[in-house]
C-alpha cells in the first residue's frame, strides 16, 4: 500500500482550498502551501505556480508524492538513497507522512525520533535508523507512537485556546481510526 494509502488518508484528512488568516501555513489546496508548492514547482515540476490554487486531482497526487520523496535517508544494504518512508514499516508510513503533511518534515522527524526513543536532532542516520529497524513487522504499534508524538507536541508548543488545536486533535484521531 505505502504512498497510494497515505495519499488517499492525507486527502480525507485535508479540504480543499483555504486561506485563513491565522493559519501558519497560509493559503492551502488540499493541505498543500502556496509556499510548499512554489518549491515543488521549481524542483520537480518545472512549471509555474499558475495554477494554484486551481490544483488538479493529478497534480495534487504528483505534488504529493514528491513530498513522500522528501525525506531520505543512506540505505547501506543499497549503497544509495531512498525515501525514509519506504523504511517504515505500515501503517506508521501513514501516521509519518499525515504529520508531515501537517506540520513540516523538520518536525514529523523530529517526532518519528521521540517515538523511536532516539535524540530528536531531525537528523536521520544509523541511530535512528537502527531504532526504527526494531519495529519491522510492528508498524500498528510505531503508529500508536507517531500518533502519540504528534498530540504531545501539539501540547507542548500550543494552548487549548489556539484556533487549531481541536483540529488536529481531530486529524490524529481520524488518523487512529483509518490505520
Known amino acids: 500500500m505505502g504512498f497510494a494509502q497515505a495519499l488517499k488518508l492525507v486527502l480525507e484528512l485535508e ?19 502556496r509556499e510548499t508548492f512554489v518549491q515543488y514547482c521549481a524542483e520537480a515540476d518545472g512549471r509555474g505556480v499558475g495554477d494554484f490554487p486551481a490544483l488538479s486531482a493529478t497534480q495534487v497526487a504528483g505534488f504529493y508524492r514528491w513530498y513522500w520523496d522528501q525525506a531520505r535517508v ?3 544494504e543499497s549503497g544509495a538513497s531512498r525515501p525514509l518512508l519506504e ?18 518534515w523538520e518536525i514529523a522527524l523530529r517526532g518519528l525520533q521521540a517515538a523511536l526513543l532516539a535524540a530528536p536532532d531531525g537528523i536521520v542516520g544509523p541511530l535512528t535508523l537502527g531504532a526504527l529497524m526494531r519495529f519491522n513487522g510492528r508498524g500498528a504499534a510505531l ?13 507542548d508548543t500550543h494552548d487549548l485556546e489556539w484556533p ?15 490505520i
Not at 500508536?144 to 501539539?154: D, P, R, S, T, Y
Not at 487549531?164 to 483509518?178: K, L, W
Open 143 to 155: 503508529a500508536a507512537l507517531i500518533l502519540a508524538a504528534q498530540m504531545m507536541h501539539l501540547g
Open 15 to 33: 479540504g480543499g482550498a483555504a486561506d485563513n488568516p491565522g493559519d501558519p501555513g497560509g493559503e492551502t489546496v488540499s493541505g498543500i502551501t
Open 87 to 104: 523504511m517504515v514499516p505500515e501503517p506508521a508510513d501513514e501516521a509519518l507522512f499525515q504529520w508531515a503533511v501537517n506540520s513540516g
Open 74 to 76: 543512506f540505505d547501506r
Open 164 to 178: 487549531f488545536f481541536r483540529g488536529i486533535v481531530d486529524r490524529v484521531e481520524r488518523t487512529e481510526e483509518a
